[in-house]
């Protein structure tokens, strides 16, 4: 199957600084990519939906300042969380959707998630 | 507003013993209902993806079935390795979101 590599895996950053995180699809391109945020014991909830050399459309009560998002090629898309407070805390999953060749059998293939830590 | 429930939140079941996980939605034109299984700390795997009532779908000890309120995951004689909690999606037409349920942790014992 399609792979979706996402780094780092773990993260554990002081408040007030920003952090990087990196989702690359290493067979496939990918126009599209999503963000999504996993509380514990909880389903993951759309932060916002990124799309190769336009703006990412966020999700109502995501901040945009907050969680900067760039998808500059067809296989990398990152998501910044900037001044990152200790409520920033969470798992971070990326996702990237590959389509067939006719346009249909879409799929929807998962990193493998980043634990951001904000102490 | 398209919406997902999964029940039971969860389940325990002796090694063999058979079982089915439900998912009720309500959509504004179904485009597809997928399931997925997600291990403790990490991100979810495909399993299926199903996209009209009647449908059905199979890998190994798992059946997916789809009709137009729900769907059922039918997991045949588990094993302590299929414990992991499974969750289902949908995707409308409006729309290219998924819209995910709270999953059903499954745990498997022997």
């Known amino acids: 199957g399609a792979v979706v590599s996402q780094h780092p895996s773990r993260v554990i950053c002081k408040s007030g600084t920003s952090v990087k995180i990196e989702c690359r699809s290493l067979?496939?391109?990918?126009?599209?990519m999503f963000w999504y945020r996993q509380f514990p014991k909880q389903s993951l909830m759309l932060m916002a939906t990124?799309?190769?050399?336009?703006?990412?459309?966020?999700e109502q009560g995501v901040e945009k300042d907050k969680f900067l998002i760039n998808h500059a090629s067809l296989t990398l898309s990152t998501l910044t969380v900037t001044s990152a407070h200790p409520e920033d805390s969470s798992f971070y999953i990326c996702?990237?959707?590959?389509?067939?060749?006719?346009?249909?059998?879409?799929?929807?293939?998962f990193g493998s998630g980043t634990q951001l830590s904000v102490l | 507003e398209d919406q997902v429930t999964q029940s039971p939140e969860a389940l325990r079941l002796q090694e063999g013993e058979s079982s089915s996980l439900n998912c009720s939605y309500t959509?504004?034109?179904?485009?597809?209902l997928f399931w997925y299984r997600q291990d403790p700390g990490k991100g979810p795997e495909f399993l299926f993806t199903l996209y009209s009532a009647g449908e059905e779908k199979e890998k190994e000890r798992l059946k997916a079935t789809l009709t137009k309120k729900e769907s059922f995951l039918h997991i045949t004689a588990p094993k302590p390795e299929d414990s992991a909690t499974y969750l289902c999606a949908v995707q409308s037409y409006n729309t290219d979101k998924l819209i995910f349920g709270t999953g059903t942790r499954l745990q498997v014992f022997p």
């Open positions: 990124s799309n190769e050399g336009s703006k990412a459309t966020y």
């Open positions: 996702s990237a959707r590959k389509t067939g060749v006719s346009g249909t059998n879409e799929k929807l293939f």
């Open positions: 067979d496939f391109q990918a126009t599209t």
């Open positions: 959509v504004s034109g179904l485009r597809g």
